[in-house]
Nanobody, 123 residues
């Protein structure tokens, strides 16, 4: 059974940092791209970042470029999202997911999702 579990969320002041982690099990995830999405209250889920199967390619939403960094460790089946210079508008539930097809910017191309981890940035 496939499992995707996020951790590392919490409460931080604006300008601070958090590191989210995602652990995947049940398949050989080193063959798949992985992504992070987020969903704020009353808003649709949106793409944050993705990383190719080897870690050599990354993609970011414009609003996180220069602040967030995605990385992966295939030996441990983990993906991380380092978030720096956090802003109150980054407050959301952050989801990790496994991409199984198509463009990594679209949530419909991800098949396996975690339960999410809450990130709250206070002003």
């Amino acid at each position: 059974q496939v499992q995707v579990v996020e951790s590392g969320g919490g409460l931080v002041q604006a300008g601070g940092s958090l590191r989210l982690s995602c652990a995947a099990s049940g398949r050989t995830f080193s063959r798949y791209a992985m992504g992070w999405f987020r969903q704020a209250p009353g808003k649709e889920r949106e793409f944050v970042a993705a990383i190719g199967w080897s870690g050599g390619s990354t993609w970011y939403a414009d609003f996180v470029k220069g602040r967030f960094t995605i990385s992966r460790d295939n030996a441990k089946n983990t993906v991380s999202l380092q978030m720096n210079s956090l802003k109150p508008e980054d407050t959301a539930v952050y989801y990790c997911a496994v991409a199984t097809s198509g463009s990594y910017y679209y949530s419909s191309n991800y098949e396996y999702w975690g339960q999410g981890t809450q990130v709250t940035v206070s002003s």
